[in-house]
T-cell receptor
Framework: DAGITQSPRHKVTETGTPVTLRCHQT?????MYWYRQDPGHGLRLIHY???????DKGEVSDGYSVSRSKTEDFLLTLESATSSQTSVYFC????????????FGPGTRLTVT | SQQGEEDPQALSIQEGENATMNCSYK?????LQWYRQNSGRGLVHLIL?????REKHSGRLRVTLDTSKKSSSLLITASRAADTASYFC????????????FGQGTTLQVKP
């Protein structure tokens, strides 16, 4: 298994509170991604990073911000959580060597009450 | 919007039968990938087929790609109960940004 961990694995939080999810990799891969997975919507890209301090928006970036201060860590922040952000969040990594095969973390189940 | 659309959304078969899933996409691509997701787990990369390839095999998996029809199929032969999972196709949209666009997946149930 690719060395990807996500923390926390489960979180329940209240509407309006800030939440930060962490993705940590030991593969030294250049690309990192944050997705959310919801029934009926499949997997949707929130933000991705193509290097340290280099990030870009995905399909559903509103309400989310990211930071990548070092190769191994990619943080996803919900500045003020809403119930619509209740979801399962997956981090993925890719070496980016032309084919962009992605390797996924175990996921974080976030519930916003 | 989703680049890939999978068909069928759900498939139930008996162990030993073959399972075929289809994926259609909208724009040109460099490659198309298939992933598997077991319940409650992250996605696992299965196979990649490049736009200049028509067929690729990996164990019991066979993937075909028809770029003229913008479609791909994943065949799992001699299915096993352990193949029960959701299967997703993903395309790169011919970009070199590292972004993939995933379809909504096909849920496969293999009955023992």
């Amino acid at each position: 298994d690719a060395g990807i961990t996500q923390s926390p694995r489960h979180k329940v939080t209240e509407t309006g509170t800030p939440v930060t999810l962490r993705c940590h990799q030991t593969e030294n891969h250049r690309y990192m991604y944050w997705y959310r997975q919801d029934p009926g919507h499949g997997l949707r890209l929130i933000h991705y990073s193509y290097g340290v301090k280099d990030t870009d928006k995905g399909e559903v970036s509103d309400g989310y911000s990211v930071s990548r201060s070092k190769t191994e860590d990619f943080l996803l922040t919900l500045e003020s959580a809403t119930s619509s952000q209740t979801s399962v969040y997956f981090c993925a990594i890719s070496a980016g060597t032309g084919s962009y095969e992605q390797y996924f973390g175990p996921g974080t189940r976030l519930t916003v009450t | 919007s989703q680049q890939g659309e999978e068909d069928p959304q759900a498939l139930s078969i008996q162990e030993g039968e073959n399972a075929t899933m289809n994926c259609s996409y909208k724009t040109s691509i460099n490659n198309l990938q298939w992933y598997r997701q077991n319940s409650g787990r992250g996605l696992v990369h299965l196979i990649l087929i490049r736009s200049n390839e028509r067929e690729k095999h990996s164990g019991r998996l066979r993937v075909t790609l028809d770029t003229s029809k913008k479609s791909s199929s994943l065949l799992i032969t001699a299915s096993r109960a352990a193949d029960t999972a959701s299967y997703f196709c993903a395309t790169d949209g011919s970009s070199n940004t590292g972004k993939l666009i995933f379809g909504q997946g096909t849920t496969l149930q293999v009955k023992p």
